[in-house]
């Protein structure tokens, strides 16, 4: 049967429990609430971004509208003086009533300035070399074109220009009319959101140009951003879309919501820092985690402090049990020291006296045969004369240990020290014959140790042995199965030791 824990494993264990169970629970609750801190700063992202796509396509919507005016005035009413000065107050009434506009201008095919809305016109001055104006003279579309950010050459302003081709009767290029979007205008709006010290909003044309950013570096106006991590974003998620992402201007990572405006090829986005955004969500988890930590550090401490005491009272009672099984273990031990030679590990003589009365008496009831081998090895009092009673021990105990090897795999069987240099074999259940081989196993194993003997004839140790075996009946006695392995022995000595002799079956 497997051991059961002891009880203080499962105090423990329900301690530890509690105290993880605690933690857990806390860093679940603290997971959900940055889940929900990351969904709030989203929406509010969203609706950030709304706002300025609605403000943005309003903004150009109203420049498009004063454009598209120009070009129908100018189509109807020509550039006569008259009809030029009519168009100048006009573009003059209608700067004065857009707050975006920083102004409205004419110029014709070759770029002269026929038209503008400031108080007087700029003789002299030609924007043949603007962006929006080869637009126009190569594309034939009369919808509304908004370019890439310049300084105005009236103002010296940043404007974003909103223009449209005139065409003449026929249909060629006859101008542009041009509407400025002041990005002062777009500043100030930007300028009144709460994003955070580390966010950014941005407005950009659909093909990658950077028209305006906060925070405000004029620097980066008009910068392609085609191949950031921001615009693939906004191409691959469609009109509207968010995510995570790197700054390709300051490393910053933001959560980026994105959308398109409705009428014009541009987007919006808004990127609010996500180390600002989850900085309320940390200050509450430390807190609210270190409280938990120090909870559970008590609690531990208090579980601590209950398994010691249940720790003292089993240690107690282990210290008990252990005393009675160290004292069982005593008698065990003297027990078998009392049946095995100190010297060679073997059983004793007294051991081997028990075992050969069992055997023997279970041969009888059961009709079964018993056999025994007395080895002694030869020469072993000129061995101790040449090399010394220390070296002779040490002879005994290779040899013990060789026979002890090849003994061990038969239960029943028993080699023990029968005295001095003697050893014999106790064989339960064998024959004369499997008696004989396993005596001459251990004779050839023996002189294979190779231990040097120079008193003796072979070189090295040998030993010599008697082997007797009996089927035993009532009345015979066991002592008369030692005797016969015993002159059995004898024989193989006269007969020039290192040698098996068998007693005959009428002494044994």
Known sequence: MPRRPPITFWATAFVAVVCLSLIVVDGWRSWNARALQLREVERAGSNLARAMARQADDTFKAADIAVADLVERVEVDGVGPAALARLHRRMAAQVGELAQLNGLFVYAADGAWLANSGPAAAPGLNNADREYFEYHRVHAGRGAHIGVPVISRSSGKWVIPVSRRINGADGSFAGVALATVDSAYLKRFYQSFDIGEKGAVALATQNGILLLRRPFDDSLTGMNLLGSNLYRAFVGAGPVGSGLLESPLDGEVRLNNYRSLERYPLFVTVALSQDEMLANWRRDT??????????????????????????????????????????????????????????????????????????????????????????????????????????????????????????SGRPGDLAARYGGEEIGILLPGAGLDGALAVADRVRLAIEGLAIEHRGNPAGVVTVSAGVAAVAPRRGDQAGQLIDAADRALYAAKLDGRNRVRAAPAAQA
């Open 286 to 407: 430390f807190s609210h985690g270190l409280g938990v930590l120090l909870l559970s550090v008590l609690l531990g401490l208090l579980g601590k402090r209950l398994v010691q005491q249940i720790g003292l009272r089993l240690e107690a009672e282990a210290q008990l049990l252990k005393a009675r099984d160290a004292l069982e273990s005593a008698n065990r031990s003297l027990e078998k020291l009392a049946l095995q030679d100190g010297l060679t590990g073997l059983a004793n003589r007294r051991q081997l006296d028990v075992s050969l009365g069992n055997e023997f008496s279970r041969a009888v009831r059961n009709a079964g045969t018993l056999a025994f081998i007395m080895f002694d090895v030869d020469c072993f009092k000129q061995y101790n004369d040449l090399y010394g009673h220390g070296a002779g021990d040490a002879c005994l105990r290779a040899v013990s240990a060789a026979i002890r090897d090849l003994t």
